[in-house]
């Protein structure tokens, strides 16, 4: 057995990867979907969002009027000094 299967074995018997319905106070929580980490000009070395973008519009878009949408953000202090 390899790595993979014995770790998703280990946590299915844990009960994981079942259904667990939506709760009585669903949101939808969207973290680090920044321009700085998905925007197309190349300057993160993270790769193409493109498809988690995608998924990401969707899952919105099915989910705005229904549920709280939360969308997380980054703040600096002047002059960005914990940035870098």
């Known amino acids: 057995m390899d790595n993979y299967t ?4 280990f ?7 079942q259904r667990v319905g939506m709760g009585i106070r ?3 929580i969207v973290i680090d979907f920044s321009c700085g980490f998905t925007g197309s000009h190349g300057g993160f070395p993270g790769g193409d969002f493109t498809d ?3 998924q990401t519009r969707r899952l919105l878009d099915a989910t705005r009027g229904r549920f709280p949408v939360i969308l997380t953000t980054i703040a600096y202090d002047e002059p ?5």
């Open 80 to 84: 960005a000094r914990e940035g870098g």
């Open 6 to 9: 014995s770790l998703l074995n």
């Open 52 to 54: 988690e973008l995608a």
């Open 11 to 17: 946590y299915r018997a844990r009960g994981y990867q």
């Open 26 to 28: 669903p949101a939808l």
